[in-house]
């Protein structure tokens, strides 16, 4: 029979201290397969989950289990878990080349193997050109993706990358991102932290925020923000009659604010409830004739979520 | 960048558990010894193995000035034990090039900031600390045999004729036979015994100059306490007996049937400590 913990990675109660530090503190989550985003400020626990996953530390209590196996067995857990981490060093003297491939027959794969494996690792983050050149000489993206190439090289089910996009061209983050897409698409587990919220936004199925070593959010952006009572929601409705539409928004007690746009062609709303509000919005348009030109969410992104829940500047790290 | 998907989907070796283990300590030693023999920390190393060796070539001109005869080899034989191998080559270029070499096998690798590539691998912790072992007896044993053997060559080419002689046909091949034996015994059980520092200490020198003060002042101990040491062992093992000075408490040297069996014990033991220890050891660098 299918044992759901299978296809999940799931903390049950970790806690981690660095001696009194606090690194995550009562984490519960059950991870699903594709792209989960990891997001908060500096010290709030990011990596420190990350590495709980990885065993690379352990937890002080609680469990991390990753599709039902745990990083105390190395031999199986590491078949199915690639990880780019963020530390940005490699072993001295190889290239690009040895530097995947000598890792890949510490997996126990033949000399053959490994070739065919390092080649299409660097032929998919495209360093074919520099595979030869030693990793010392890399530039910072060029460290990055050969990073990232290791960590996909033996083609694990989950992948744990941590800030991947950090030094890479626009060009490549689109086409890491594509990447990651396709790859969640067949199933993986993705699990990504990254500082560029809108990048995240676009990319990921569900977020978790942490602040302070704790899990301020997690799910899918647009359900955390729904539940995020306290900061009405705000939506931009373009249209011809924006005064007729603000006199009938007071119907409802869940519209707290209004406000005609500068051009007199749009109404900001600020609402308790935006269900109630799109079928209001239906009613003006039948009752009244208003010609509707787009209705737009203001504020439900992550941008606006990391703001309202831990409440930077809008820089996540 | 390549989107492609068609690379993800590569099975796991097929291999029993003890000849995947070996192709991992292959895999390791592979990297390893290159790191040993071409990485930057092994200019100290080379420049502990060539000491003894341009020593005794100094040492060899010299002593190819003067006539050589039975009891010229007989002092050179004694003076090469109690001068040249056993204080500085077994005591000190061996004891602090295995330090060298087995104490960065891991910490050198937290330095470095590269540890976590091994930890993220498929392998058990105890098949990389033996992988690492063997990689660190291979850089020592080349280097060091080299050192023992060419010190030996040097100081008999300068006793000439009669030197090579006692070297190629008479006891001197036996005797160097001897000398290598003590320097693999050396390099077995002090790389273990560093190895484990290594794990241990943030800041391995100082247990390590602390046994170097243990080891040097063993001749002083009394009997019992000198069994709780490697170059106990190792001296009772010298082909020339080799006097400790006039303050030397003296015990009876182990026979080789007990201080060989003896050492690799404790060499089990200790890699038995690391493996413990290494299975608990997290990655943090910088925060450890």
Redesign the interface.
Known sequence: MDNPADHLIVFEDVSKFYGEILGVNRVNLSIEPGITSLVGPNGSGKTTLMNLMTGLIQPTRGHVTVLDYNARHPELFFRKVGYCSQFDSFPAGLTGFEFIRSYLLVHGYTKQQTQDMAWRALHRVDLIEAAHRKVAGYSKGMRQRIRLAQAIAHGPSVMILDEPLNGLDPMARSETIRLFRQLAGEGLHLIISSHILHEVDMMSDRVILLNNGYIVAEGDIHGVRDEMEEHPMQILIRCDRPGVLAARVFEQDSVVEARIHKDRHGLFIKTRDADAFYLLLNRVVLDDGLTVESVSPVDDNLDAVYQYLIGSTGEAA | ?????E????E??R?GRRA?WF??I???L??EV??NF???RAILLYLLAAFPILLMAAVSVQLGTRASSPNNISEANIMFAGILYEPVILRTIIFFGCAWTFMNLFRG?VV???L??????????EVLVFGKYFSGIVATLVLFTMTTAGSLMFLYVGLGSSGMDYLTNGPGKGQAMTYLGITWLACVGYGAAFLVIGLFFRNPMIPALIAYGWEFINFLLPPVLKKISVIHYLHSLAPVPVSEGPFAMVAEPTPAYLSIPGLLIFTAAVLTLASYRI??M????G?E
């Open positions: 960048m390549s989107t492609s998907t690379a993800l989907n590569f796991a070796p291999l995947l192709r991992q292959a895999a390791i592979r990297l290159r790191k071409i990485g930057k690798e470095d900031r590269s976590h590539y091994y930890f993220l691998a498929p392998v058990r912790r299975r608990k997290q990655i943090t660098y925060g």
